[in-house]
């Protein structure tokens, strides 16, 4: 890669800028609305009047195989899922395909229609096509491993209570002026700045990066809009291979939180323990009482909450005090398990994911989101068990 200068910017139409280097390469940096009619013409008659030497866009292998694949859902395997502990990546990548539907069912462009259009306009000029995004994956385990547990609870709330009327007064076109850009994430930022900095940020340089490696005498770069402004920053100095590599890794859990996953359930099984090996059994049978109704009530109320089968809650109410005591898994787990396998996701359950989009009532009535539902409130309910027994615990030391 060789060191980029820029000599000029210039907005040559509306959500296309032209990025003149003083080595003579051309960029032409299109910022789109992903759900937008208007943004895939945009693209598609740019690519095709400029005729660039490489084309650029914001994908990656995974996310291009999930929209040329449009029934991606009709062969997934949701117990592979299930124990290859794949439920958050798997609800993570639900999240973003139902939010640009909603808005999509507004616009009556497929999301993903500008990438469609572009990937086709360049294999029928033979226009080389490079994928200058982040892997899907890293990005949505980097953005969890790293943001605060209250905003996790905030953003899963927001997704499962929020009002899709809410979208009825948006104006997809008008999202895409810079002014209406800079507001959108700068709210953003405030309400969710560690997210932000994973799900924007980060990707304005990783995006940034691919086009300095990719930069030919032409090219045409198709991004979001709320991108832009991060990616044309990024491009005034030449980005490293060590500046890419940084935010491209999945983070490990901190020492601190291993420690101490552990160290809970360390305390107890000694407690009790030393209840029995001291004579005071009477103090360890009542603290095994205590410990095994805090949780399994609580994770019992976590599948009623999720609409469970009564197998699924009976199955919560005896796993959550053991799994509780073992943090390499989780009662959600096994009531997300046990839920798949007595109530079956049918192929409609599949099909509506293909469809329109989800509003309250339907995270409850399809099968298969349904599975994610106890998944989650049961391991709610069951790290709640742990803090409502610990005074108990305590108490033994008084």
Not at 3 to 22: A, G, P, R, S, Y
Not at 179 to 200: C, G, H, N, Q
Not at 341 to 364: H, S, Y
């Amino acid at each position: 890669m060789n060191n980029l200068q820029i000599e000029d910017i210039k907005e040559i139409k509306q959500n296309v800028n032209l990025i003149t280097f003083k080595n003579g390469e051309q960029l032409y940096l299109i910022g789109t609305a992903h759900v937008s009619r208007n943004s895939a013409e945009l693209v598609e008659n740019t690519i095709l009047e400029i005729q660039p030497d490489v084309l650029c866009i914001e994908l990656d292998e995974q996310r291009l195989n999930n929209i040329k694949n449009r029934n991606k859902y009709e062969n997934l395997d949701i117990f592979k899922i299930i124990k290859e502990r794949q439920l958050f990546f798997f609800i993570g990548q639900f999240i973003m395909a139902s939010f640009q539907k909603k808005i999509s069912e507004k616009t009556g462009s497929r999301p993903g229609e500008e990438f469609i259009r572009a990937i086709n306009a360049a294999e029928e000029n033979c226009i080389n096509l490079a994928l200058i995004d982040r892997n899907i994956g890293t990005t949505l385990k980097r953005a969890w491993r790293l943001t605060p547990l209250r905003h996790k609870f905030k953003f899963l709330g927001s997704l499962i209570f929020g009002d899709s009327d809410e979208l009825d007064d948006i104006d997809i076109e008008q999202l895409k002026k810079s002014d209406a850009i800079e507001t959108l994430v700068k709210s953003f930022s405030e309400e969710l700045p560690e997210t932000k900095k994973i799900l924007i940020d980060e990707r304005d340089l990783y995006l940034a990066y691919g086009i300095q490696k990719n930069l030919k005498e032409k090219t045409v770069a198709v991004v979001g809009a709320g991108h832009v402004a991060g990616i044309i920053k990024y491009l005034q100095h030449t980005i490293t291979e060590q500046e890419k590599e940084e935010i491209d890794f999945i983070p490990e859990k901190s020492k601190t939180g291993k420690i101490f996953q552990w160290l809970i359930p360390g305390i107890i099984v000694t407690v009790f323990l030393w209840g029995f090996l001291s004579g005071n059994k009477d103090m360890a049978k009542e603290f095994a009482v205590i410990w095994i109704f805090a949780h399994g009530l609580l994770t019992m109320l976590g599948c009623i909450v999720s609409f469970a089968h009564p197998v699924t809650i009976i199955a919560g109410f005896i796993a959550s005090p053991i799994t509780s005591l073992n943090p390499t898994i989780g009662a959600g787990f096994v009531t997300a398990f046990v839920q798949a396998v007595i109530v079956k996701p049918r192929v409609r359950d599949f099909e509506q994911l293909n469809g329109k989009t989800f509003g309250f009532k339907q995270w409850w009535s399809n099968r298969l989101t349904k599975i994610f539902l106890v998944f989650i409130f049961s391991s709610i309910g069951s790290s709640i068990g742990t803090f409502v027994a610990l005074p108990a615990l305590i108490s033994f030391f008084k």
